[in-house]
Structure formats: C-alpha cells, structure tokens
C-alpha cells in the first residue's frame, strides 16, 4: 500500500509563486511515476502535471506550462510542484497521485493508465 501526504497549500497573491510537496510511504518510491491534479467546485479533476519513473519525464497540461515545474527526489520519497505567477484560476484543491504507469493529459486527450494512489489534497487559493 502507498500512502501519499500533501504539504499545507495556502492563499497566494496573483502573481506569486508557492511550492507543493507531497510524501511517499509504503513502497519503494523510485518505482512510481508521480503527478498532481486539481479540482475546483463544480468541475471535474484536472491533470497539472507528471513525471516518469525512470526516466525522470515531465508532461504539464497547457495550462500551467511555463509556470510550473514537477520534480522529485527519490531518496528523500518526496515530489514537489513549484507553482510560479499563480492566477486566481489555479485556485483548487491540489492532490499528488501515484502509478506505475506514466499517465498524462493533453488537449488530445489523457495517455497511460490512471493513477491508483492519492494524496487527501490540499487547498490553494491565488487571491488579492
């Protein structure tokens, strides 16, 4: 069993920048490819971001490309999302997720299989 735990989000300004972490237990945390995904009200999940096991490969939804950066670092079994010149509409819960698989999203469509593993999520609101 994996069991993922996201870092304390937070209110941001327009225009700010906060960084996400998210920590692995349970598995052997170089084995997984990892991801973030969002969700406001009234709207369904929404892929961010992911990165490969081994190959270390990054996928971010068109959105946030440019702004933000997925990264990980095995030996710690941690993930990370630097999120830079947020926007009000990148206000969501925020949730880490788990595979073996890479799964990513693009205006295409969404590519891998989903996720089996998810943090409980964590609240990022970009306001003035």
């Known amino acids: 069993q994996v069991q993922l735990v996201e870092s304390r989000g937070g209110l941001v300004q327009p225009g700010g920048s906060l960084k996400l972490s998210c920590a692995q237990s349970?598995?052997?945390?170089?084995?997984?490819?990892l991801g973030w995904f969002r969700r406001t009200p009234g709207k369904e999940r929404e892929f961010v971001a992911s990165?490969?096991?081994?190959?270390?490969?990054?996928y971010y939804a068109d959105s946030v490309k440019g702004r933000f950066t997925i990264s990980r670092d095995n030996a710690k079994s941690m993930l990370y999302l630097q999120m830079n010149s947020l926007q009000p509409e990148d206000t969501a819960v925020y949730y880490c997720?788990?595979?073996?698989?890479?799964?990513?999203?693009?205006?295409?469509?969404?590519?891998?299989?989903?996720?089996?593993?998810w943090g409980q999520g964590t609240q990022v609101t970009v306001s003035s």
């Open positions: 997720a788990a595979g073996m698989d890479p799964y990513y999203c693009t205006s295409n469509g969404c590519y891998g299989a989903p996720f089996d593993y």
């Open positions: 349970g598995r052997t945390f170089s084995h997984y490819a």
């Open positions: 990165i490969a096991s081994g190959s270390g490969n990054t």
